[in-house]
């Protein structure tokens, strides 16, 4: 049996445990939320992260560390988090730093489609240069004669950058290529002056008009009463190339063949 100073002992770190976690039941949940607070935020639970020397290869080394695994300083889309490191950062990381010069490419395509107009470049009163350690980016022509402190937001346009441009163009290209033209199925009635109409002349006409996208198909005369006939002819067209009111009214009644043709129309229409 355990003694009388154990069993108390043993009492006082229970209630302590309930104290600090709420009901014991409840421990093993508030210890795993703890543990995941602290790596989401490893600078005290806050949420804040403290970046200085960004210049320096010591400041870019805690930089690229931060953001290894993380798309944007804050979460999966950028925010002026990033705006403000950005700013701070005076030129692309080396490949070195592999996460933070991921980081500041895309944070840069952002801001230079956001800002497309031309830079001059800004100097800060103060800003050390950049370490030696750190290769320089070549300078635009407008700072070209810049000293080492001068700040370009911008900066040139990377191969990753017109990588992408790139990719985008192709992109929408592809969604916009335009599709290939359908096909439709028209029945016409052909129509004319009167009794006396040569109907054998008239199909002639009919048949000697071509168009690129038309095609002539079956045809037979029906009949509508008092001795006059119709024809009735069957045609393919191309969506895209002919127009079937353009072709009647351009066409099938003007001259030379409205001389046997008095009017045209659509018995029927379908899409193949």
């Known amino acids: 049996m355990l003694s009388r100073t154990a069993l108390l002992l043993f009492r006082f770190l229970q209630a302590t445990r309930v104290f600090f976690w709420g009901s014991s039941r409840d421990f093993p949940a508030n210890l795993r939320s703890i543990r995941k607070q602290q790596r989401l935020y490893p600078n005290g639970g806050s949420g804040l992260f403290s970046f200085s020397d960004l210049h320096t290869e010591s400041g870019l080394k805690t930089l690229d560390g931060y953001l290894s695994g993380k798309t944007f300083i804050?979460?999966?889309?950028?925010?002026?988090?990033?705006?403000?490191?950005?700013?701070?950062?005076?030129q692309k990381p080396a490949e070195s730093f592999s996460s933070a010069a991921k980081w500041y490419a895309s944070v840069h395509s952002v801001l230079a489609a956001r800002f497309p107009g031309q830079t001059v470049g800004v100097r800060f009163g103060g800003q050390a240069a950049p370490s030696a350690a750190v290769p320089a980016?070549?300078?635009?022509?407008?700072?070209?004669?810049?000293?080492?402190?001068?700040?370009?937001?911008?900066?040139?346009?990377?191969?990753?950058?017109?990588?992408?441009?790139?990719?985008?163009?192709?992109?929408k290209k592809a969604s916009t290529?335009?599709?290939?033209?359908?096909?439709?199925?028209v029945l016409l009635d052909v129509k004319p002056w009167d009794d006396e109409t040569d109907m054998k002349k008239l199909e002639e006409t009919v048949?000697?008009?071509?168009?690129?996208?038309?095609?002539?198909?079956?045809s037979?005369?029906?009949?509508?009463?008092?001795?006059?006939?119709?024809?009735?002819?069957?045609m393919t067209i191309v969506d895209d190339l002919?127009?079937?009111?353009?072709?009647?009214?351009?066409?099938?009644?003007?001259?030379?063949?409205?001389?046997?043709?008095?009017?045209?129309?659509?018995?029927?229409?379908?899409?193949i």
Do not use: H
Request: aromatic share 6%; hydrophobic share 35%; with cysteine.
């Open 74 to 90: 804050s979460g999966d889309q950028i925010s002026k988090d990033d705006v403000k490191v950005y700013g701070a950062v005076p």
């Open 220 to 234: 037979k005369l029906v009949s509508v009463g008092y001795g006059i006939k119709k024809l009735q002819i069957m």
């Open 137 to 171: 980016i070549p300078a635009t022509k407008e700072s070209a004669g810049d000293d080492d402190d001068d700040l370009d937001l911008f900066g040139d346009e990377t191969e990753e950058d017109k990588k992408a441009a790139e990719e985008r163009e192709s992109a």
């Open 177 to 185: 290529k335009k599709k290939e033209s359908g096909k439709s199925s």
């Open 242 to 271: 002919v127009s079937v009111d353009t072709l009647i009214e351009e066409r099938l009644t003007v001259e030379p063949a409205n001389e046997y043709i008095q009017s045209c129309d659509i018995a029927a229409f379908n899409k």
């Open 207 to 218: 048949r000697s008009i071509e168009m690129p996208g038309l095609l002539w198909g079956a």
